[in-house]
């Protein structure tokens, strides 16, 4: 029977391999965005006054002839046309597959769904 022994340069690979498994993993995990995900599609308000259409690269409200761009920073949404500042913000209160209540810039909470 043969037994293995580690050498000091064996253990800080595995040591350096084994962090740099668990480094990916995380990064992996933190840059998946669930809320993201679950956006894309048409909405509509309940009382059906406004439309919402959110693409991958765009967030267009009530028929716009414009896409903003956006991007999703923990449970906001941060829009600008074509890169300007300042953003405006919408917080994510709620969200599924089929209901979104977003409250916006102005303060007045919207609940849409599917």
């Known amino acids: 029977m043969r037994v ?8 800080k690979a595995v040591v350096t391999y084994t962090f ?7 990064l992996a995990t933190a840059c998946s965005n669930p809320i993201k995900t679950k956006l894309k599609g048409s909405w ?6 406004s439309k919402l259409n959110i693409t991958e690269k765009g967030f267009i409200m009530d028929d716009e002839a414009f896409a903003e761009d956006y991007f999703v920073r923990g449970d906001t949404i941060f829009t600008s046309f074509q890169g300007n500042q ?8 709620k969200l599924d597959d089929h209901y979104l209540k977003l409250l916006g810039p102005d303060s007045v909470t919207v609940e849409y769904s599917r």
């Open 86 to 93: 300042p953003y405006s913000s919408f917080v994510v209160q």
């Open 44 to 49: 509509h308000s309940k009382d059906g006054t």
């Open 20 to 26: 740099l498994a668990y480094a990916l993993v995380s």
């Open 4 to 11: 293995f022994y580690f050498t000091g340069t064996m253990k």
